[in-house]
């Protein structure tokens, strides 16, 4: 499956986003999908993991409360809803599915080319 991740950019602290990522090629409800994030100088780091069907869900300590995960099989296409930004959300974002049924914070198979994001204090 290929996937195209989008909306990012600058905001202010406090602020919020929705990414969003577009699947094609495969059969998307298939795929667990999952969010990751690379800040600066840092490594990956596992934000948010949604199953096939979109019943469970699971986050980071560092993202709960603020983000949420979310898909549409019949538009292919997964979700990220950043509320409350903080300056140290600022990373590149990313895109991954897997083939699985568990929510797993490694072993994605496709990733997409990464969006960044940037929060200002």
């Known amino acids: 499956v290929q996937l195209q991740a989008s909306g990012g950019g600058l905001v202010q602290a406090g602020g919020s986003l929705r990414l969003s990522c577009a699947a094609s090629?495969?059969?998307?409800?298939?795929?667990?999908m999952g969010w990751f994030r690379q800040a600066p100088g840092k490594g990956q780091e596992f934000v948010a993991g949604?199953?096939?069907?979109?019943?469970?869900?699971r986050y980071a300590d560092s993202v709960k409360g603020r983000f949420t995960i979310s898909r549409d099989n019949a538009k292919n296409a997964v979700d990220l809803l950043m509320n409350s930004l903080k300056p140290e959300d600022t990373a590149v974002y990313y895109c991954a599915a897997r083939i699985g049924a568990a929510i797993a914070d490694s072993g994605y198979d496709s990733w997409g080319q990464g969006t960044p994001v940037t929060v200002s204090s």
């Open positions: 090629g495969g059969t998307f409800s298939m795929y667990q």
């Open positions: 949604i199953s096939r069907s979109g019943a469970v869900k």
